[in-house]
């Protein structure tokens, strides 16, 4: 992927299973119409004023966005400006979308019979371990399903921006392989939980088999980007 993180696969036979909105009403009664006094002075208008952009001081998105992206470096990131997943397998031979960008999931499936499931999640902080995205990934594992402890999991790699089909960065992520078991699919299931930004990115691939499974992630890799944010 033109990067200089290392993908690696995990392995393991556990399976995986996987967001306040306040409404305020205000009654109105016994109103009237104001008649107002002629003679009393009139208040000048407020001046205009223009809106404060949510601009980090001092971050420099671009200069984020144009390195790779380890864990360690998950404090480069703008605190509250979520990560984002674009939509490059749409468009891959043998592919089509079913679902895409419904409340931040989008689901693809193939031809052979492989799927992959790719989701956005915000308001993260509450499973964040404060400077540690490694922790924080694990910890997102665990809620998804608390049989997958720590050490099924292998560090891997997906791209991090870039053009469409050219070289990009590489953000470092978690992934969990299952399906060893006789009769089910085999699986890959890649996250990160950016614990600066407050979201996580989560990615299954789910084939018939082994086999399938190793092209399909291929697929994913070099289609599926985590985008950075721009701000």
Known sequence: MGSK???GAGRGSRG???FLALAVAATLAGCSVGVPDPSAPKAAPAPPTLATPTITPGHDAAAVAAKDMPFTAGETLAAGVP???SDGLRDAPGWKPVKENVAGASEYVKEDGCMVAAKVRTSQSALAVSGDDRASTEALFQYL???ILPAYLEPA???WGGEPGGPAPAVEVLVFEGGERSGTRATAIYARLFSKSGSSVYVSVSCPDAAALAVARSETETRIDVVPPSA
């Open 5 to 7: 993180l290392e993908s």
């Open 16 to 18: 995986s299973r996987g």
């Open 83 to 85: 990560i984002q997943l």
């Open 145 to 147: 399903d608390a049989s």
């Open 157 to 159: 790699a997906l791209r």
